[in-house]
């Protein structure tokens, strides 16, 4: 099974910094259709998960610019440009190519100092 | 706007049954497929079943495979999860999801004599 490793595990930041968050999986996530089936999603305190990046680097709908992914192959990132209060909580990558069992790293919780 | 709502929740003794209800609306049900994703207490996210958008593929993880069942109305704008045998590590909040993207806000489950 396909196994995906966050790094780091939590983080502390002041808000106004930059913040970033490392994903890595067992496997390629590239598709022979060209995509690469990796996620990124915020669950705020309390909340249900919300998708912040489908397919590396597309944002979704109504996710502020300072979110942006990169990446390919096995290694990603998700970048915060300006860490806000809002942003407190815990991040999980998600593969969705090795189906179809779809795969989460284990979080990486994110408060603010 | 888009919404899930999960229901059906609640305490079942170890080998008890329980159906989760998802009941969609603000969009078209019948053209996405769907999800259940729980999460222990205080654990992360994992993938636990998906059905496409007719109904006519399923799949489901290991750990409930043969004791879960995933299934749709698309007339009724439902998703269900029919969960038999349970066990004490079935115990999380139960999240539907439309095509990984939009979720629902869960329903607890706890399996506990």
């Known amino acids: 099974d396909i196994v995906m490793t966050q790094t780091p595990l939590s983080l502390s930041v002041t808000p106004g910094q930059p913040a970033s968050i490392s994903c890595k999986s067992s496997q390629s996530l590239l598709h022979s259709d060209g995509k690469t089936y990796l996620y990124w999603y915020l669950q705020k305190p309390g909340q249900s998960p919300q998708l912040l990046i489908y397919?590396?680097?597309s944002r979704f709908s109504g996710v502020p610019d300072r979110f942006s992914g990169s990446g390919s192959g096995t290694d990603f990132t998700l970048k915060i440009s300006r860490v806000e209060a809002e942003d407190v909580g815990v991040y999980y990558c998600?593969?969705?190519?090795?189906?179809?069992?779809?795969?989460f790293g284990q979080g990486t919780k994110l408060e603010i100092k | 706007e888009v919404q899930l709502v999960e229901s059906g929740g609640g305490l079942v003794q170890p080998g008890g049954s329980l159906r989760l209800s998802c009941a969609a609306s603000?969009?078209?049900?019948?053209?996405?497929?769907m999800h259940w994703v729980r999460q222990a207490p205080g654990k992360g996210l994992v993938w636990v079943s998906r059905?496409?958008?007719?109904?006519?593929?399923?799949s489901y993880a290991d750990s409930v495979k043969g004791r879960f069942t995933i299934s749709r109305d698309n007339a009724k704008n439902t998703l269900y999860l029919q969960m038999n045998s349970l066990r004490a590590e079935d115990t999380a909040v139960y999240y539907c999801?439309?095509?990984?993207?939009?979720w629902g806000q869960g329903t607890l489950v706890t399996v506990s004599s």
């Open positions: 999801a439309r095509a990984m993207r939009r």
């Open positions: 059905i496409n958008s007719d109904g006519s593929s399923t």
């Open positions: 397919e590396v680097s």
């Open positions: 603000g969009f078209t049900f019948s053209s996405y497929w």
């Open positions: 998600m593969q969705g190519i090795h189906l179809p069992l779809y795969t």
